[in-house]
């Protein structure tokens, strides 16, 4: 259950994330609301996930889950670049998360 937890903060991470570039300092209240109860939900999850994680390793997955959610919804609905070397080290980071689950004993 605790991988579960550990998912749920990693795209609760992608709701704040985006929520804070899309709230305009403030002025949007729609965006600024998703900010603050996505970045709330996302450290409960984290915590409820780090009772049992280990420290290092549920950090590291959790950053780097919103880092590729952040990066593809950028891609997605941002118009950012999607360059071939972009998405390449982007596997990188989930091989990475890969490696860290497998070689975690819980």
Known sequence: MHWVYLLLAGVFEIGWTIGLKQMDNHSNFLWTAIFYISIITSFFFLQKALV?????????????????????????????????????????IILGIIGLKLTSTN
């Open 52 to 92: 049992i994680l280990p420290i290092g390793t549920a950090y590291a997955i959790y950053t780097s889950l919103g880092a590729i959610g952040t990066l593809l919804v950028g891609m997605i609905f941002f118009k950012e670049p999607s360059s071939i070397i972009r998405i390449g080290f982007m596997l990188l």
